[in-house]
């Protein structure tokens, strides 16, 4: 079973745009938030796995707008890996508001494994511990 994660963010004043409703661009901001807790979460926060280096490029991004935000709404990012391969790694999210449990948006993310110069990598054979880690929560 797919482990999810959870992450709270306050939307902040300047995260709105002219209308008053968060700026479209901020939800794939939030999935980033969501993502970068997610692997602290289980141990590996980017700071440390940059340091082998394990760099993970996006190669994707999708976002389907439900419902706008609105400024101070707390919003829970909801986070978890979708599909996990020896080179890449997807990613689904949901972003929902915490008082009401409305979902604004969902979309998803695919990143590359690659060293520190772009190249691609077997994230099992160079990270080991870091591919068990994200393995053991994808629910395969």
């Not at 002219?18 to 794939?28: C, L, Q």
């Not at 707390?74 to 979902?103: N, P, W």
């Not at 060293?115 to 077997?122: V, Y």
Request: proline content about 4%.
């Amino acid at each position: 079973m797919k482990k999810l994660f959870f992450t709270n963010v306050r939307v902040m004043y300047a995260d709105t745009d002219a209308m008053g409703v968060v700026y479209h661009g901020n939800y794939i901001r939030w999935f980033e938030i969501g993502r970068t807790e997610l692997l602290r979460e289980v141990g590996f926060p980017y700071s440390e796995f940059e340091k082998v280096p394990v760099w993970m490029p996006l190669a994707h991004v999708y976002c389907e707008y439900k419902k706008p935000a609105y400024y101070d709404d707390l919003i829970e990012v909801v986070s978890y890996i979708s599909e996990m391969g020896h080179a890449s790694l997807s990613l689904k999210y949901e972003i929902r508001r915490k008082s009401t449990g409305e979902l604004l948006a969902c979309g998803n993310t695919r990143h590359g494994f690659t060293n520190d110069s772009l190249k691609p990598i077997a994230l099992k054979k160079v990270y080991p511990e870091l591919y068990e880690a994200l393995q053991a929560i994808t629910g395969e």
